[in-house]
RNA sequence: AGAGGGGUGGCAGAGUCUGGUCCUAUGCAGCCGGCUGCAAACCGGCCUACCCGAGUUCAAAUCUCGGCCCCUCUUCCA
């Protein structure tokens, strides 16, 4: 069964067939640290996470770039906020979203490229394409000419023409109006931040005195927003590579114009695969306008975990837009927790029984085969972490059934679904099977045990009222107590 | 206006490319039953949908045509 992918480039779904047979190149077009990160950046760094994962698991050696753009006008407007100078500014959300990776579990790229560390690079890209004649400066600035590039409009499916006649802003400077920028002049305008400019931060003027520039053949400037990934993607990757992955609004301008720009420069293809992940949105929120309408990954993080968070934003494939809301994320918490539960009953189930018990439940071991099947092929469908899920909630089923049946325990069988949830599930979904996800229980732990015992006194003296205080209180504290045959159990 | 994506049960959301396995998933909610001192968890059963119209076909949620409606992008954006 051969891995399926939906390719903007084409519109359809084909079949994977990287360059190499035996390696990945992948890039995702990262964000730029100018804002703390929300919950559509994690949809996004998520499902990548996933995807390189996958492919890693399908025996692909998978070399995974992220890139930061911390060169830009919007972080320059959040000077004297969160640091003195852009750079600063940038250093302080490069931070912010490595933080906000780890808290989501996520496998660590290969490189995490950013823009002021490749100017030398960026530099030697333009004047490429300046030497090829697909691009002209201009008072110091540097144009592409999409009149140069007969493909241009091939991934969003626009023409040339119809971009001119939306009237864009030709500044004077552009032959076309849907030329862009692959260096710009100078340093920041004010004006140019005007509309981003934070009440919090410092005056535009003395912002922008912290802006980045760099010597250039053109003179002092800054790098186009473009040309950076174009720039970044050849010097970590090449200059051709099996999978370009981004937010699906940027679909265009932006990876047009890095189609453009790198295929013209190079003369072959720059990603064979362009996957969009399609966005995530909220609920309209209207009446409360005291809330932003999105929650940082930070907040989210803190309030529903990295399992809940993963579980809700693989529970939309994504090919598919995703909302955001109270009852969808409450959904994905009830999904992992029936599924965490599963989990934690075969693992106690196998510590119940002996090794070599002959016990064999055929219903249980088909049901691990069929999960696993069905795992496989719904990522290989597109990589549908939705349909993946939903093997490993079958999987839960089955689980369930055989440890509430009369039978004894299969204990092969039940190791089995063990290592199906923490390989498909802990592995591939990055969702905390097997982890110690609670270093903490221990003293806490034997405290719920103590209190329970007490319980257990109460219920045999037949105290229910006392037994049943002292469950809502620990249910208070965030413990579910769970009375079963063996006596009781809970979990956090 | 141009381009793209959609309309599936009370909600969320797969399935549509590759028509039959779909009188249909999966989770939540609701109802009934089991288990339980009562719950929770879990199990079993039930419930409710393929936007409208025409067409192709032995067979359509899936293909074709027409209509209605929604959303996104069009040089800030994952």
Redesign the pocket.
Known sequence: MTL?V?NTLT???EPFEPRDPDSVLLY?????T??PP????A??WVHVDVMARWLDHLGYDVHHVENF?DV?E?IVARVGEDGDSEASVARHYVGQVIEDMRSLNLGRAEVYPRVSEHVPEIIDLVERLVEQGHAYEQNGSVYFDVTSFEDYGKL????VD?????G??TEGEKHH????ALWKAGGVDPEDIAE?QHPEAAPAEEACQTAQTWDSPWGEGRPG?HIECSAMSMTHLDESIDIH??????????HE?EVAQSEAATGKQFAKYWL??????TEEEKMSSSLGNYFTVADAVAEFGPDVLRTFLL???Y?????Y?N??V???E??W??LS??YE?AVAACDDVDAYAKVTDKALRDAVDAARDDFEA?MN??F?T??A??AL??L??AV??H??GPDEYDYQGLRRAVETFEELGGDILGLSFGDDDSGDVSLAGDVVDLVLSV?EQE?EAGN??R??EL?DELEALGV??????DG?TYRL
Do not use: M
């Not at 995702?28 to 730029?32: A, I, K």
């Not at 119809?162 to 939306?166: F, K, N, R, T, V």
């Not at 969009?276 to 949105?281: I, N």
């Not at 090919?319 to 909302?323: E, H, L």
């Open positions: 399926r939906t519109g359809e779904k995702y077009c990262g964000l730029t100018s804002d929300h919950l559509g950046h949809r996004g753009t830009n919007k969003s499916n626009q023409s119809d971009i001119e006649s939306q864009a802003d109006p849907a030329d862009f981003h927003w992955v981004g937010g699906q609004d940027l679909v265009f301008p932006h114009n969009h992940v399609r966005l995530l949105e529970s939309t494939a090919t598919s837009r995703a909302t809301s009852e969808t409450s959904e994905a009830e999904r927790d029936r539960r599963g009953r719904a469908d597109d549908n939705r349909e899920t939903t909630l079958d839960t089923a369930n059934t440890v509430d319980r219920r229910y009222e037994a049943d469950r579910e107590v769970q009375d079963t045959d009781p």
